[in-house]
């Protein structure tokens, strides 16, 4: 039964009594009371659908090499001419940690972030409302289910604050986010999501950020109480909104309506949105960042015709299924990208243009949150941690976009920064670790961070909830991100983690329950755009995308294996598998995809076939292993 506000309230200070009981050991062998204000705040900021900038890729494939080193936080060469255009992603660099080798848990949004706030791949969530499925049909996050990072630092005596996209729950007033252990959601609601261009993030990151400000330059400077605070923006997940919704017939976009093709061009400089319904406008550009800042992947070109069909599949009907929405609207399509002709490629790099210049747009509001907490005088006690939900895939392999029906490294290698002088005291180092790590390690390396044994928070959760409340299946990393240690993370057993597991079943051109006549349309407009794109020959089947499109992955570093696997239980599993040490653009599947033997004609340097058939064998019995132990019976779904 979901909770009220008071209730929810006085069972968190119920909570943090038990907790101040306990006398809560923490990781680092002192003691004290939960609210001990030497304890430090943790500021969490979030992007949404920033992918690491794959390493796999030639010199200016991709975002041009200044980009990359900066979006990758890697080192800069001499004279690098793009930094003034990202004070933002310069300032995390300082004092900081990279976790070289992360991945996200789950995608799309809502599974991803619902990972990250849960540290639990059992939620029941799977889907992501959109297209073609509405917010009342999709299973989000049960208040009485899992509990939340919040509730964990609640009943560590810390506040809580959530500034932001959210997308974990379908959130209501008067209540917001009190039932998932959050205050002052209220000051971001509603969740901007959806196909009004004035909920995307160039408009609504805006609010969200001034939220954060007023925070960090009130409570958050005067509490007497640590805290743990997100700022959640939007971009640069409003690549979703390009061509349409970001320009709209009868300037209703966030830029006045141009006809195409050709593809329209991003923001120049000085150039201003229209306002939004509150009057707003807000700058694009102010700093001149380049309409020329990126080449396609050389996968582009890939026919796929060796990897799970439901990639090609995927690729097409992603499109197809926008094209139809476009159509109902009245409005010229040019999806998918790969069916228009000469311009295919055109529109493909517009695309990927367009999303770097997002990833602009959130450096703009992310070097405001993090100067306005230096100039509070904050940051000697404060960690600051970065990461993004999921990735991109930007014309990769045949020419996809957006992240679903794959395990490639750029739909799930995201990035994860950890930026305090209180894990790296050298200001101007960025230290690494390369162990694989994943977005379920967020939620214990956060108790770990603030000194904090999960279990003695658990059981203390345990008691005020009256239900068993599982304990975390992540890594605590804060001993590595410290520099305390460098041994191999352990898994949930105790014995040393080989890699991370990747894991959705979220299915994008599927039609939720029960849908209006509105969607219903929709979706046949849809169906009949899949049947004419079979006739011509560009995809196998009729329907959304085919089965087996459910995806596990093992994400060792050096290697990779999936499986994709049919939630019906009727289509056989199919399979991917490549070494990234002498593959790392993930172009030549080592597996026959049909039966996940190892192809009698593949190779890899330095190992003999008989080698190769063992590694591979390994690696489906430590996936098999791993999704046993994360997700049990539960995947998939």
């Known amino acids: 039964m979901k909770l009220t506000r008071r209730e929810f309230i006085e069972k968190s200070a119920q909570i943090s009594a038990v907790a101040m009981m306990a006398g809560m050991a923490t990781t680092t062998g002192c003691t004290g009371s939960s609210d001990d204000t030497s304890r430090p705040n943790i500021l969490l900021l979030m992007t949404d659908q920033q992918q690491m900038p794959p390493a796999g890729y030639k010199p200016n494939e991709g975002l041009l090499d200044g980009m990359k080193e900066i979006l990758g936080f890697r080192p800069l060469s001499a004279g690098n001419p793009y930094t003034n255009f990202f004070p933002g992603f310069m300032r995390l660099r300082q004092n900081a940690v990279i976790m070289r080798t992360h991945y996200t848990a789950s995608s799309a949004c809502v599974p991803s972030r619902t990972c990250i706030m849960t540290g639990s791949y059992t939620t029941g969530v799977t889907q992501t409302d959109g297209l073609f499925k509405s917010a009342e049909t999709v299973n989000w996050l049960d208040p009485e289910g899992p509990p939340t990072i919040g509730d964990w630092m609640r009943a560590c005596g810390y506040s809580t604050h959530y500034f932001g996209k959210w997308h974990v729950s379908d959130p209501k007033a008067p209540?917001?986010?009190?039932?998932?252990?959050?205050?002052?959601?209220?000051?971001?609601?509603?969740?901007?999501?959806?196909?009004?261009?004035?909920?995307?993030?160039?408009?609504?990151?805006?609010?969200?950020?001034?939220?954060?400000?007023?925070?960090?330059?009130?409570?958050?400077?005067?509490?007497?109480?640590?805290?743990?605070?997100?700022?959640?923006?939007?971009?640069?997940?409003?690549?979703?909104?390009?061509?349409?919704?970001?320009?709209?017939?009868?300037?209703?976009?966030?830029?006045?309506?141009?006809?195409?093709?050709?593809?329209?061009?991003?923001?120049?400089?000085?150039?201003?949105?229209?306002?939004?319904?509150?009057?707003?406008?807000?700058?694009?550009?102010?700093?001149?960042?380049?309409?020329?800042?990126?080449?396609?992947?050389?996968?582009?070109?890939?026919?796929?015709?060796?990897?799970?069909?439901?990639?090609?599949?995927?690729?097409?009907?992603?499109?197809?299924?926008?094209?139809?929405?476009?159509?109902?609207?009245?409005?010229?399509?040019?999806?998918?990208?790969?069916?228009?002709?000469?311009?295919?490629?055109?529109?493909?790099?517009?695309?990927?243009?367009?999303?770097?210049?997002?990833?602009?747009?959130?450096?703009?509001?992310?070097?405001?949150?993090?100067?306005?907490?230096?100039?509070?005088?904050?940051?000697?006690?404060?960690?600051?941690?970065?990461?993004?939900d999921h990735g991109e895939m930007g014309g990769a392999h045949g020419g996809m976009i957006q992240k679903w029906h794959n395990a490639y490294e750029e739909a799930i290698h995201v990035p994860m920064v950890v930026s305090s002088p209180l894990v790296n005291p050298e200001a101007g180092s960025m230290r690494d670790i390369v162990q694989p790590t994943s977005s379920i390690d967020f939620a214990p390396t956060v108790l770990g961070l603030a000194g904090f044994d999960q279990t003695s928070i658990r059981l203390g959760l345990e008691k005020i909830l009256g239900r068993v409340v599982q304990p975390f299946v992540g890594a605590d990393l804060s001993a590595h991100i410290k520099g305390e240690t460098s041994e191999p993370i352990c898994g949930p057993d105790g014995s040393p983690r080989p890699g991370v597991l990747f894991a959705t079943s979220?299915?994008?051109?599927?039609?939720?329950?029960?849908?209006?006549?509105?969607?219903?349309?929709?979706?046949?407009?849809?169906?009949?755009?899949?049947?004419?794109?079979?006739?011509?020959?560009?995809?196998?089947?009729?329907?959304?995308?085919?089965?087996?499109?459910?995806?596990?992955?093992?994400?060792?570093?050096?290697?990779?294996?999936?499986?994709?696997?049919?939630?019906?239980?009727?289509?056989?599993?199919?399979?991917?598998?490549?070494?990234?040490?002498?593959?790392?653009?993930?172009?030549?599947?080592?597996?026959?995809?049909?039966?996940?033997?190892?192809?009698?004609?593949?190779?890899?340097?330095?190992?003999?076939?008989?080698?190769?058939?063992?590694?591979?064998?390994?690696?489906?019995?430590?996936?098999?292993?791993?999704?046993?132990?994360?997700?049990?019976?539960?995947?998939?779904?």
């Open 175 to 388: 209540d917001y986010l009190e039932p998932w252990g959050f205050a002052d959601w209220e000051k971001s609601s509603p969740e901007p999501h959806g196909s009004d261009p004035y909920n995307l993030g160039v408009y609504r990151d805006v609010g969200f950020v001034e939220s954060v400000e007023e925070f960090l330059g009130g409570e958050g400077k005067t509490s007497s109480r640590p805290w743990f605070a997100v700022g959640s923006l939007v971009n640069p997940h409003d690549v979703g909104a390009w061509p349409v919704s970001w320009q709209k017939p009868q300037d209703q976009g966030v830029v006045p309506w141009t006809k195409y093709p050709p593809p329209p061009p991003n923001p120049i400089q000085g150039q201003a949105s229209l306002p939004n319904p509150d009057s707003l406008t807000v700058p694009l550009n102010p700093d001149g960042f380049p309409q020329d800042n990126c080449t396609l992947p050389s996968t582009y070109d890939e026919t796929l015709a060796d990897k799970p069909r439901c990639q090609k599949d995927y690729s097409l009907k992603y499109g197809l299924a926008f094209d139809a929405v476009y159509n109902y609207n009245k409005l010229p399509s040019p999806y998918p990208f790969q069916m228009q002709g000469d311009e295919a490629r055109d529109w493909s790099l517009a695309f990927d243009q367009f999303y770097f210049y997002c990833m602009y747009l959130a450096d703009l509001q992310l070097r405001k949150m993090l100067q306005t907490l230096d100039e509070n005088g904050l940051t000697g006690n404060t960690i600051i941690i970065f990461l993004s």
């Open 506 to 637: 979220d299915a994008i051109t599927e039609i939720g329950p029960d849908p209006d006549p509105e969607t219903q349309e929709k979706y046949d407009m849809f169906l009949d755009n899949v049947k004419k794109a079979k006739a011509e020959g560009y995809v196998e089947e009729e329907g959304p995308v085919l089965q087996p499109n459910n995806v596990a992955a093992l994400c060792t570093g050096d290697w990779k294996i999936a499986r994709y696997a049919d939630p019906n239980g009727v289509k056989s599993d199919e399979w991917e598998l490549y070494c990234l040490n002498t593959d790392p653009v993930e172009r030549k599947n080592l597996l026959d995809y049909r039966t996940g033997h190892v192809l009698p004609d593949a190779s890899v340097d330095g190992m003999s076939h008989a080698e190769l058939v063992a590694k591979a064998a390994w690696l489906q019995t430590e996936l098999d292993k791993q999704q046993g132990q994360l997700l049990g019976g539960s995947w998939p779904t």
